[in-house]
């Protein structure tokens, strides 16, 4: 009776009850199945007394599941062994060659001989310079071959050859350099933008043979190859999978068309046929018709076209070239405005609102200075004169680039101005009234005009009014112009011109250049230039005016055992320093740089550095602009010469100014020299007198056509000299030289003071 109570009382929990105990001897068995497969590692680590923690757990468990979060990586120190020699690691030039990015696109235009300076010349005319690089391939060179134009002639003419040949030549030299290649006829006009713009949204990875698909002759198989006239693309990948095929496709495959032949290897050995649409990316080309006029072609798919063929002459290119750039200019607008109309109506979300938005829309707002010598000034111009000159003149004339610049503006003011208000009032300029213009950093060069205007109206009436306009030339974006490679390590060869007077400078020169250099074993040499006048030059068998500073290097001689420096006299009235380079020039190799110094310069290892890396061959010279100290004695009134020179040493760059007026130092490379010199003999025929009225530096601004590189450097300081200026030079080389020892006193407060003190001296 209890018993049957009992389990009617725990009847409805007897489910229960045994689900827990069954699920109770399941986990207990499998417990004893998982420790019965385990292998002994556990216990091994165990009686090896390592136990496994926490983090030891989860590094487990995170190479075991992918899933996991909490990875923490294991780092292992680097020792080196004192026992084993270091290996140089060798680091490539550029850090692109390093991380393996290559280069995107490679054009290569199939030309022949009768069309290379034709057709050809108007390809690289046009299109050319906005491809990374572009090669035209030719079966045979013509005579003459075309100026600034890479061709690669393979020796016939055969169409096929020409195909089978560029494709192993592409291969073999520039296959490891970029991702996609292109081949196009020189009778097609490229969108160059465009086919960059393609190119940079495929996958560089994959087998991609893209154009144009054309059937074979016959129709019969439904592979296509890519037609040559509107251009293909073909992959990195793709091209060094068909160089093993190249030689059995050239003798079993017959072809007349080059394209053809291409398109039959590429199905027959890799299966892959040309395509036109590629990860969502379209090939647009567009077939022009005969006697077609391009201004008259409007369409879709003219407008929107890669490239277009055929095109029968170089005019017929040239005008292609025009429209489409007329077409990419009406895009870049609309899209400007486009943003500019977004800008506006965001402008509302803003705190400012529509007070915030600055003119033009889009554009850097204007500089706001802090301070009271930070604003920018005004130049007042009309249209014949400008009221701010260089040589601080009041008045010059308006000429050159300023000139070409006012008349654009004011033509682009009047146009502007009719696009606005035609129909109602149509304008015609006057004259121009009043021209400020500046130039803000942070924006561009603005332009406010104050123009007299005749403006008529729709009936045909007419009045003169005066309007104010303001413009703006923006700057543009910023261009990284490639520059040739040059090293620290090249040869510098010193100048050293010296003339009887400033002999007494030379010894702080030999001390300097001695431990800056000699006794740093810097690869550099001195080569010394004495200029005797006529009067010294006869008296220097019994009378050597330069014999202590011979003395001098003939002690650094000894005391440098494997030194050698070598010096050069000339006899001269007027020491032209054209004329003493050309002497010098004669007897150093092509590939040498010099730097041209003056006594009072303190050669150093930075200097000479930067003289390395601003002078380019064939590129660049370097003039740089020393830092001069002022007169100590305007300076450093009221101080003893000890407390002055330690002033001035511990802060060398501060009682002092960069000289703009002295063109003495110099870095540049003899070949480039010999060049502009053989440029100038031509007008030295006609004028004998133009050596001794320009220098080197005029010689490479008006004859070198090279990049003339004017830059401060504080690393070359120069102690107060007064300068010998030589009246016999020219009037510009004389005035500068004056120039230069007058703003070299001191300061305008520095000479302020100086009088100030001195009429208290005078009124006591």
């Known amino acids: 009776m209890r018993l049957s109570s009992f389990l009617a009382l725990f009847r409805p929990a007897l489910p229960l009850i045994l689900g827990l105990s069954l699920g109770c001897s399941l986990s207990l068995l499998m417990v004893a199945w998982t420790q019965g497969d385990t292998d002994d590692s ?28 909490d990875f923490e990586p294991r780092i292992v120190p680097y020792h080196k062994d004192p026992n084993k020699p270091s290996k140089k690691v060798l680091r490539t030039r550029y850090i692109h060659t390093e ?6 696109l490679l054009v290569g235009v199939l030309t022949s001989r009768a069309t290379l ?44 050859w020409l195909m089978y040949e560029t494709v192993r030549h592409l291969h073999q030299h520039y296959g490891s350099d970029y991702d996609w290649f292109f081949l196009a006829q020189d009778d097609t006009y490229m969108q160059a933008d465009r086919l960059s713009e ?87 080309y567009f077939e022009l018709g005969k ?64 007070d915030g938005v600055m003119w033009p829309i889009g554009i850097n707002p204007p500089f706001k200075p802090r301070t009271r010598f930070e604003v920018i ?74 123009l007299a205007l005749e403006a008529y109206t729709q009936k045909g009436h007419s009045q003169v009014i005066a309007k104010r306009v303001n413009l703006l030339r923006p700057l543009s974006a910023v261009e990284i112009i490639p520059m ?17 007077q400033d002999q007494d400078f030379v010894g702080n020169f030999l001390d300097m250049y001695v431990m800056n250099t000699l006794d740093t074993h810097d690869n550099v040499l001195l080569t010394f230039l004495f200029i005797y006048d006529p009067f010294d030059a006869q008296r220097v068998s019994q009378t050597d005016v330069f014999a202590g500073v011979k003395a001098m290097i003939g002690e650094v001689e000894k005391r440098y055992g494997d030194v050698k420096i070598p010096w050069i006299s000339v006899k001269t009235e007027v020491p032209s320093q ?45 003039f740089p602009i020393h830092f001069q100290e002022y007169n100590p004695a305007v300076i450093y009134r009221d101080q003893q010469p000890s407390a002055a020179s330690s002033s001035s040493a511990s802060e060398s760059l501060r009682d002092g100014h960069f000289d703009r007026h002295v063109f003495d130092e110099a870095c540049f490379y003899n070949a480039d020299y010999m060049t502009a010199r053989t440029k100038m003999a031509a007008d030295i025929l006609d004028n004998e007198e133009l050596l001794e009225s320009m220098d080197v530096y005029d010689i490479f601004v008006c004859y070198s056509g090279l990049h003339v590189f004017r830059a401060v450097e504080p690393a070359l300081i120069q102690k107060y000299v007064r300068r010998t200026c030589n009246p016999r030079f020219s009037e510009d080389i004389y005035h500068r030289c004056i120039l230069s020892n007058l703003e070299g006193l001191g300061s305008r407060s520095h000479l302020a003071m100086a009088l100030f003190e001195q009429e208290q001296a005078n009124s006591t």
Not at 605 to 620: E, G, H, T, V, Y
Request: with cysteine; net charge neutral; hydrophobic share 35%.
């Open 42 to 69: 556990c216990r091994d680590e165990l009686s090896n007394g390592r136990l496994f923690s926490g983090r030891g757990e989860a590094q487990r468990h995170s190479r075991d599941g992918a899933g996991e979060e």
């Open 99 to 104: 991380l393996g990015i290559k280069e995107r």
């Open 117 to 160: 300076n034709t057709l050809a010349v108007a390809v690289n005319r046009t299109v050319a310079h906005h491809f990374h690089r572009t090669f035209f391939f030719t079966g045979l060179r013509s005579p003459k071959v075309p100026h600034g134009m890479a061709v690669v002639a393979h020796g016939d003419d055969r169409p096929v």
């Open 198 to 284: 393609l190119v940079g949204h495929l996958s560089a990875g994959q087998d991609l043979y893209m154009g144009r698909a054309e059937e074979f002759i016959g129709g019969e198989e439904k592979a296509r190859y890519c037609h040559g006239g509107y251009g293909y693309l073909l992959s990195r990948s793709l091209l060094a999978r068909l160089q093993p095929h190249l030689d059995t496709c050239r003798n079993d495959i017959l072809s007349v068309r080059p394209d053809e032949w291409l398109g039959r290897c590429i199905i027959d050995y890799l299966g892959l046929s040309c395509v036109e649409v590629h990860q969502e990316m379209t090939y647009h």
């Open 291 to 354: 006697n077609a006029d391009p201004e008259r072609e409007d369409g879709v798919q003219f407008k929107n076209a890669f490239t277009v063929h055929p095109v029968s002459e170089p005019n017929l290119m040239y005008r292609l070239h025009k429209r489409f750039s007329q077409i990419e200019l009406e895009w870049t607008y609309l899209q400007i405005q486009q943003l500019q109309m977004q800008i506006n109506n965001l402008s509302d979300l803003t705190p400012e609102g529509k």
């Open 377 to 450: 000034n005004w130049e007042y111009f009309t249209e014949e004169h400008i009221y701010s000159c260089i040589d601080s003149s009041p008045k010059c004339e308006m000429r050159g680039a300023d000139r070409a610049d006012v008349s654009a503006v004011l033509e682009i003011a009047v146009e502007r101005l009719n696009k606005r208000y035609q129909p109602q009032l149509r304008f015609r300029k006057r004259r121009l009234l009043n021209g400020y213009r500046r130039f803000d950093p942070t924006r561009g060069m603005e332009y406010m005009l104050d």
């Open 484 to 500: 040739p490679y040059v090293t620290e390590a090249t040869r510098v060869q010193v100048i050293l011109p010296v003339t009887a």
């Open 578 to 622: 054209v004329k003493l380079m050309d002497i010098i020039s004669k007897k150093h190799p092509v590939d040498t740089l010099f730097f041209l110094a003056s006594v009072w310069t303190e050669v150093n290892a930075d200097f000479l550095n930067r003289c390395r890396m601003n002078a380019i061959s064939n590129w660049q010279v370097f």
